[in-house]
């Protein structure tokens, strides 16, 4: 499989340390608000990332943090705490406020089925763990103690900025406009590894720890978690691409300084979901969640499959309309679906065969997605069994997970519902008695049987497979 590496700024086979357990990491919401249709952008493609790892065979062990203390307002290290905020805004405690929205946020995931990582961490469940990486990079001489805070010392690496390929705005989205430098740090982009003082002492969580009573920093709790369940050499670390600085420069800083060796070996980094205005952000009030789609009607595949009509490292522009045109694409995909008969029929090999080899050449190219989406239309064109589509299309859900299958079952039964629920059979008989009459040419006594029919506001509809009928 060949995906692009934020590391290397290309696309690289991927290779895993150990193909019998590839070991992912994501950097997981922070929770103190909703996730935003944004931030589901990004969980939807780390999603079918792990699932297209799996379906090539490789078995995956996917850990995620859940970010419940000292992500501040700015990514940088400045501001109130996020999850502070969030608490006062709510007039709750910073745990109650944090459980809430993990839970909001993994209900957003299974509507949009998301899987869940098989190991998701609180940060605040790894305080040890953060103080004695933090100790042990201030033994090594990467970090320094300044006016009561443990600092990264940037100096000591040679080369900071690894993801130098990005666009300045994006390097620029954490640092925020009229936020003071904080005058301790010996190097501008020194970060804060160990809070003990900061502007806001309302902090409300806090520790015991070597430098004082304080908490950790938000980049320490990645580096540590990950360590924590997946040891010292990792495979893929994902996350949207405002991540990529500071946060995982940051990450790779600290933690190649403590192991001394290299960390990770591919970064995964997703595009961000803009709006007509820009970028989809929290912090500007107004946004949009899984919720809000389905109050308004849609259903939550619909998003699903108008985050996988694009590449993942395109930005993606949101707008109803967009919305519309991926819902209306669901819906008629389902209904071609529903209209396949494969009972009694056999699975013709070779055509599924060909048939997955082109959904597999879509993921093998940096996960092309909008490929996968055509390789399923190419199921429905095929000149093969409808038992063979109905099989190819079970395989390929397996990554897509856009419920085709159960979605065409749901279909079939309302329609068959529908029917039943206006079965007439005296109609029916009315409806037969023209046909009837139709075949032995008695057109007057045909139309009479149309006429009575119309004044009792029935409709007869003649399709290639014989006369049907409706009310109107
Ligand atoms: P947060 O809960 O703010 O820590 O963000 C959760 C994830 O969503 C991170 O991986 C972010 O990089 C990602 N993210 C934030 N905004 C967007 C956006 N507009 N589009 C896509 N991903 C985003
Ligand atoms: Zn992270």
Redesign the pocket.
Known sequence: MYLYNSLSHKKELFVPNDPSLVKMYT?G??VYHY?HI??L??YIMEDILEKSLRYMGYPVKRVMNI?DVG?LASDADTGEDKMVKGAKREHKSVMDVAKFYTDAFFADCDKLNIKRPDVVEPATNCIDNYIHMVKTLLEKGSAYLAGGNVYFDTSTLEKYYVFNDHDEEDLAVGVREGVEEDTNKRNKNDFVLWFTKSKFEDQALKWDSPWGVGYPGWHIECSCISMKHLGEYLDIHA??I??AFPHHTNEIAQSESYLGHKWCNYWFH?H??NNESG???KSKGEFLTVSLLEEKGYDPMAYRLFCLQSHYRRNLVFSWENLDNAAVAYDKLIAKIAALKPEGEEVEQDAFDKLKERFMGALNGDLNTSLAVTAVYDVLKAKCSDATKVAALRDFDQVLSLNLLEAAEKLRKKNAEEEAANADPEIDALVAARTEAKKAKNFAEADRIRDELKARGIEIIDTPQGAKWRKV
């Open positions: 950097c919401p922070t996730a944004g931030n952008r990004t970010t992500h996350g949207g405002d991540n997703v961000h979901l970028k989809m952000s």
